[in-house]
């Protein structure tokens, strides 16, 4: 039997070799309106070739061609930072039912209660779980929730007449969409270094302090997969500055039902629901970062609130609110529900207890990977990590010239995502391990074999890591030029 040709232009070929002129895919019904004119000539191509094919060819050749994507469905993904996790299906089940999945926004209240009542709940949910005293669920991301938080930030400052507070402190180790979001929002950015423990440099923070310091924006645990043994002391001195401390929740599935970052002195965070709280997101999209606040930020929400008060006849209901001192909208109605309503589900499918439980095994997972695969690959911070466990292949480059590109693309040899590489960017060869909550020993046990197993590779094959991967329809691709010169059209050779 011929080995199948899996090339991009086999995949092509795959359709059109299976073409049969005059074979269709559907019967389309007689024509029940005017027939329109065609575009002008300029507009069209004669020299198309489409294939001929029927439907049961069509459906064969999209599932064949499907199975070439990594899915979190089919594989492992360990990548760190922005969590592929696994969706209970459950969640997708909720928000396709047609009282959320076909309700409009521009509603009147009275007739979607039931949905208003859902954003209120979780608006409760998620201010309980991060110590905050209100919660606004508008931002449609992640970045957004920062851009929001910073933008309160300002408006509190402004509104005790300190205008002169534009200096935003970020840690080296945040997330890149910090400093962007502060700089969006008004602010100068100055960054803080990381010490030899993998904290942020208290002594950097106290130098930098003064009475122009608006706000301390610290990833908690941070992209190094830390807990900040500095993180009182941090808090303390921005306060005692006047400034607004904030936190990048984005890792939050390390700390629920653990610790409350408001009762650490925080005065805002983020949550991006679309990784802690099971909202999928690979592809792009649709994200929540709902934000978050301190007792003194509330009247700076951003519109709208969901607020529940008594009707004239008695009864409660929901309403949408507008805060005294609102920072105004961060999009058009009331951010992304779909996701909202998913994070709800998964919230009251795991009660008190289950929360909890997911901090822990996502502290658990990381650290199992930390202690097996230490020696096999250097460790930057050599302590007990958070959610994520964050090595470096720099041991291999120096000794063997294998760099982490070439670990990650030989993971997908063996049936895994990679990992996320040269993050942070303080970390030499990073690569940045994440096996969320939800993983078993079985899976991590066998993800650990795999990644001793490419360390041997890379001493005694080096090429073979090289050329990696060997059994993709694409191998190594000039990835910088795909994403700036993509060529989106095929040409028959």
């Not at 440099?201 to 930098?208: N, P, Y």
């Not at 099971?278 to 606040?293: D, F, K, L």
């Not at 109605?333 to 779909?338: D, K, L, R, S």
Request: one cysteine or more.
């Amino acid at each position: 039997m011929a080995t199948p040709d899996v090339t991009m232009d086999g995949r092509r070929k795959l359709l059109m070799d299976r073409s049969v002129p005059g074979r269709m895919g559907t019967t389309l019904p007689p024509l029940d309106v005017p027939a329109q004119p065609l575009p002008s000539k300029g507009l069209l191509r004669d020299d198309l070739p489409m294939p001929e094919v029927s439907e049961s060819e069509l459906v064969r050749y999209f599932s064949q061609i499907s199975q070439f994507n990594f899915s979190i469905d089919h594989n492992f993904y360990p990548l760190g930072s922005c969590t592929m996790k696994y969706n209970p299906k459950v969640n997708d089940e909720m928000a396709g039912m047609p009282g959320m999945a076909e309700i409009h926004p521009n509603q009147p209240p009275e007739t979607v209660q039931g949905a208003l009542k859902l954003m209120h709940r979780l608006q409760g949910y998620l201010a309980e779980a991060t110590g905050m005293a209100g919660a606004s669920l508008a931002p449609m991301a992640g970045a957004e929730g920062e851009l929001t938080g910073l933008l309160m930030a300002r408006a509190y400052h402004l509104s005790r007449g300190d205008a002169k507070r534009k200096k935003v402190l970020i840690p080296d180790s945040a997330h890149g969409t910090n400093p962007a979001s502060a700089a969006m929002a008004g602010f100068q950015v100055l960054a803080l270094p990381t010490d030899t423990n993998g904290n942020t440099d208290a002594e950097a923070l106290k130098a930098s302090v003064g009475d122009d310091l608006a706000a301390f924006m610290i990833t908690q645990p941070s992209t190094l997969g830390l807990f900040d043994a500095n993180l009182l002391e941090l808090v303390h001195i921005v306060r005692e500055a006047g400034g607004i401390v904030y936190g990048d929740g984005a890792n939050l599935n390390a700390l629920l039902g653990r610790v409350k970052l408001g009762d650490l002195g925080f005065d805002v965070v983020h949550s991006n629901l679309h990784k802690t709280f099971t909202q999928p997101h690979g592809g792009g999209g649709p994200g929540a970062g709902a934000v978050m606040v301190s007792r003194r930020l509330l009247p700076f929400l951003p519109t709208p609130l969901v607020e529940q008060r008594k009707g004239p006849d008695g009864k409660e209901q929901y309403v949408l609110a507008t805060p005294p001192k609102t920072i105004g909208k961060m999009g058009a109605f009331h951010g992304n529900f779909g996701a909202l309503v998913r994070a709800y589900s998964y919230i009251r499918t795991l009660g008190d207890a289950g929360v909890a439980e997911v901090s822990r095994d996502a502290v658990i997972n990381a650290n199992y990977i930390l202690s097996q695969l230490k020696g096999h690959y250097d460790l930057p911070y050599d302590r007990r990590c958070m959610h994520e466990a964050v090595f470096s292949a720099r041991n291999l480059r120096h000794k063997h010239g294998v760099s982490a590109l070439d670990v990650a693309k030989r993971l997908i040899d063996y049936g895994v995502h990679p990992p996320t590489m040269y993050f942070p960017l303080i970390v030499e060869e990073a690569l940045m391990i994440e096996p969320t909550e939800t993983e078993s020993k079985e899976t991590l046990d066998q993800f650990i074999a795999t990644m001793k197993a490419i360390a041997r590779e890379a001493a005694e094959n080096p090429k073979l890591l090289h050329d990696a991967p060997h059994n993709t329809p694409n191998t190594r691709l000039d990835e910088a030029r795909a994403a700036r010169q993509p060529d989106l059209r095929w040409r028959k050779a």
